[in-house]
């Protein structure tokens, strides 16, 4: 019986239910001694729950002993063997050339040692996987099968090449060279992330650069596909301990964060010469292996004891320190989100632009000396309460310095520093309450202490308590802690607030009036914040800069209303109030800004909304404030625009940078939740469903952590944003469960928004990822997109950021219909309505030019259509990446006519 036959009675025994297998082993046993012990022997170590690579090594040893044996094989079917290239982890790797007079082409040949049933179900995962994987820097699978011996084999793409380290040092790469290299690297790594694909033993052995300089990934033997099982021994004994993350060490999830750290060692060897040095945990994973903690920077592991190490460590200081340290960060969450992430940020520092990564900031350390000391910070609550709440007498005395001061002479000076004074501890206190790092909500907990104590303590005079408890509101405000600012001022408004100061009063109810909006309570939103508008019109003064934000969180309420020219007309009152209060209440003056840009890209004017938050940034730069929570929600506005206007790519990177920014500075809350939620949309859009499920894991398990229950739009977005994601990776039964969610949320909303007309475009995009040429199923997606149009025409102005994506679905699906007509009016409807949204380079203009060129093809006018093809593919690129399927298609169809063009004309000529 030769070693085939064993291998099939193997996988037959496999497959046989634990309570029949003796009967099995009766009635199938050979009558080879031989053959009949490897058998046994190998069902042993099955039953043992070990496959080959976690076997004993007398059982590694016994086919590595076979290998020896075998010899140099001849030939692995129709290639040649050349030589041996070396010993990978399934077996080993062979020279070939093909050899059946077709045409020349050498590979590399990858064969199994022992065709037991863990290496063979491994290698064919390896070949599925290779077989998604078509891009210029992986390498390519080119064939397989099984040789004489019954061992199976892949024929890939061979890469003569050396590691990517090895090929920096020869050729004498400077640093710029180097990241430019890498960044391609990242490129393909962020392919493979996108098909699903984690690498997990990602190397410089594993990366290697051939002599045309391209480089190219290498070994998927340990990869994983994101949507199998998780439970997987033999990738854990495989991987490189030196170039592993620490939670794929520990043997914890595996996410595409897992590749990014691998890609930060890379990246630190290639540009120091040595791997990171790694602080010691002192944890040792259940494989025998350390848990690595923080990393050095690289700047510090260069060998200062030469000229050019001395210059290199000045290049490396800052932004590269900064780069492969968030690569390199232990905690996945802290790490860039994606490949793509860290090539961007590379490419920014080549650009001298500033970069994402920011390193570790005081709230991040804070967290870091909570995880070290937890006996002591637990010891210490009381005093960090406390802490807390000495800070709230400084901002009260504070305002008390600012009132006296307003009857001065240097009036305008001195209530300008107080204002800074105010902000910068708000910005404290939110550092001080987001850096704890144990379970539970312990930033929440720390924050109701502090309330408990303020409205506990009877001896503390009336207007102090209550000035003291304004500014913890503002901190509860600033992370959308909704059920804890409510908590702190219902008692205080109820009870004491005829007798509160006007500026308090008309502060507090204000903050009351949007937590209660937060959580879904309207009626009693509208209430309390018109309570503060009417106690602020006492005020006079600068004091009235508390007028205008009351204004200001009055159009809020408005916006989310749909009740959009409203909404503009108040927050244009408060911007216009706060500006006239001058540069001392320049805090204010970020956020009402902020407000009414949000307002206007809501409205459909997403150009002048921009403009609203680049003052808001500029308002906070200049009062030192760019590390804020703040900063952090204007840039997040920025990002919310550039959408808007159709540069999907560019608003990715700049909400990436706003929720670092807001999680270093305040730690998580349901703010936080909600940016991530918006970030998982952006990343829909750039058809990458694996990190936007991600995102809104994250997002969903923040948001019951921090508020409880979900908002309303909170819920629908969520439940949306999954079905988006699950139909992108064509899991459309999974999809529709979530609609149903959505929907259920929605029937059961109070509060009027185009989320209802949303969820029918959503459904459409299910029914057209596997619609292609079904007439029934495009039927049916453009009859929910009808309901979308309607609904949305009927908002008004509050539907103008769907429609024209709506009508431009529409168009598609008529083209695809070969309704030319209908496609037609639609398309030039669409770009209409996108012209007034987008730039120039915004994806919606450029989809809507492919669409009207397919449609003048089809009627036959070619002229100029290939030329009309190529620039909405290059417009594509740039707002939404070159590897988009709208970008592919547009080069697809330029290539097309180019090809269809040559004919005609040769024929043409021919005749």
């Known amino acids: 019986m030769n070693r085939q036959q064993i291998a099939e009675l193997f996988e037959s025994f496999v497959d046989v239910a634990p309570e029949q297998r003796e009967a099995w082993l009766a009635e199938h046993c050979v009558q080879d001694a031989d053959a009949r012990a490897t058998l046994l022997r190998l069902i042993g170590e099955f039953q043992n729950q070990a496959d080959f690579l976690g076997a004993p090594a007398a059982l590694a040893a016994e086919a590595r002993e076979a290998l020896a044996q075998r010899g140099t094989p001849n030939a692995f079917g129709r290639y040649r063997v050349i030589r041996r290239l070396g010993v990978g982890g399934m077996g080993e790797v062979w020279l070939g050339a093909r050899d059946d007079g077709e045409f020349e082409q050498r590979v590399a040949i990858k064969q199994v040692a022992y065709p037991t049933p863990g290496l063979v179900q491994r290698f064919r995962q390896e070949r599925q996987i290779l077989a998604r994987l078509e891009h210029p820097n992986i390498a390519r699978l080119i064939d397989g099968g099984v040789d004489a ?44 992330h996108r098909n699903l694909i984690v690498h997990r033993d990602l190397k410089p052995s594993n990366i290697f650069v051939a002599a045309d300089a391209m480089p190219k990934l290498l070994d998927f033997g340990i990869a994983k596909v994101l949507d199998a099982a998780a439970n997987d021994a033999t990738a854990m004994r495989l991987l490189t301990p030196d170039y592993a993350a620490p939670e794929q060490i520990a043997g914890s999830t595996i996410t595409t964060a897992t590749d990014v750290y691998a890609l930060g060692v890379v990246l630190h060897e290639l540009l120091t010469g040595r791997r990171p040095k790694r602080a ?14 923080d990393a050095q920077p690289p700047s510090q592991c260069v060998d200062t004891s030469i000229a050019a190490g001395r210059t290199r460590r000045k290049l490396l200081r800052g932004d590269l320190d900064r780069i492969v340290l968030t690569a390199l960060a232990v905690q996945p969450e802290r790490r860039y989100s994606s490949a793509e992430a860290l090539a961007a940020d590379l490419r920014r520092y080549l650009d001298g632009r500033t970069v994402a990564a920011q390193g570790a900031g005081a709230a991040y350390r804070a967290r870091k000396f909570v995880a070290r000391n937890r006996v002591a910070v637990a010891a210490a609550a009381v005093a960090v309460v406390t802490l807390i709440v000495t800070t709230l007498w400084s901002l009260y005395q504070a305002r008390v310095a600012y009132e006296q001061a307003r009857a001065a002479a240097e009036q305008r000076e001195a209530a300008q520093m107080q204002a800074g004074r105010n902000a910068a501890m708000t910005d404290f206190l939110l550092k001080l309450v987001g850096s704890s790092n144990t379970p539970s909500a312990s930033a929440s907990d720390l924050l109701r202490q502090a309330s408990d104590h303020l409205l506990g303590d009877a001896q503390m005079p009336p207007e102090r308590r209550a000035a003291m408890i304004g500014v913890l509101a503002d901190v509860y405000a600033e992370r959308r802690d909704a059920k804890g600012a409510q908590r702190l001022l219902r008692p205080l408004l109820t009870d004491k607030g005829e007798a509160l100061p006007d500026e308090i009063y008309a502060r507090a109810a204000c903050n009351l009036g949007l937590a209660e909006h937060w959580l879904n309570e309207d009626a009693e939103a509208k209430r309390w914040i018109d309570a503060g508008l009417a106690r602020a019109e006492r005020l006079s003064g600068s004091a009235r800069a508390l007028h205008a934000l009351c204004l200001s969180d009055r159009g809020i309420l408005l916006s989310d209303e749909n009740a959009l020219d409203a909404a503009k007309n108040v927050e244009r009152e408060a911007v216009a109030e706060i500006d006239a209060s001058g540069p001392a209440f320049d805090d204010k003056a970020a956020t009402v800004h902020a407000n009414y840009g ?52 560019r608003a990715a990177q700049e909400r990436e940078q706003s929720n670092a920014l807001r999680l270093r500075v305040s730690g998580p809350s349901y703010g936080m939740a909600v940016q991530l939620l918006n970030a998982a949309g952006d990343r829909i859009e750039l058809a990458d469903p694996a990190a936007a499920l991600a995102l809104i894991d994250r997002a969903e398990s923040m948001q019951r952590e921090y508020l409880g229950e979900k908002n309303n739009i909170f819920a629908i977005l969520s439940a949306a944003h999954r079905a988006r994601a699950l139909a992108q990776l064509g899991r459309e039964a999974e999809a529709e469960v979530e609609f149903a969610k959505a929907q259920q949320v929605y029937a059961q909303s109070t509060t009027p928004n185009p989320y209802g007309e949303s969820l029918h475009m959503y459904r459409a995009e299910v029914l057209l990822a596997s619609a292609a040429a079904n007439a029934e199923l495009l039927g049916s997606a453009d009859a929910e997109l009808a309901a979308a149009e309607k609904g949305l025409r009927a908002l008004g102005s509050a539907g103008s950021l769907q429609l024209p994506r709506v009508l431009l679905d529409r168009a598609e699906i008529a083209v695809a219909m070969k309704h030319w007509e209908l496609a037609a009016g639609r398309a030039a409807e669409a770009r209409a309505l996108f012209a007034v949204l987008s730039a120039p380079d915004g994806w919606g203009l450029a989809a809507c030019d492919a669409v009207s060129a397919q449609i003048d093809l089809a009627r036959g006018k070619r002229d100029g259509v290939q030329a009309r093809f190529d620039s909405a593919a290059q417009r594509l690129a740039v707002s939404l990446g070159a590897d988009h399927p709208r970008t592919r298609h547009a080069h697809a169809l330029a290539a097309e006519t180019a090809v269809d063009t040559s004919t005609i004309a040769a024929r043409r000529d021919g005749s």
């Open 280 to 293: 010691n945990t002192g944890e040792v994973a259940a494989n025998g292996v350390a848990v690595p903690g």
């Open 149 to 192: 011996q019954g061992a199976p084999y892949l024929a890939m793409e061979y890469v003569d090449g050396v590691p990517i380290t090895v090929y920096a040092e020869e050729h004498g790469l400077g640093l710029r060279a180097r990241l430019q290299l890498f960044a391609e690297v990242c490129d393909a790594v962020q392919f493979a």
């Open 598 to 649: 949000d307002t206007l890209r809501s409205s459909g004017d997403p150009l002048a909304g921009r403009e609203q938050y680049r003052h808001a940034i500029e308002i906070l730069e200049r009062a030192g404030r760019s590390e804020s929570a703040d900063m952090a929600m204007a840039t997040a506005g920025i990002a919310a625009c550039d959408r808007t206007l159709g540069l999907i790519a």
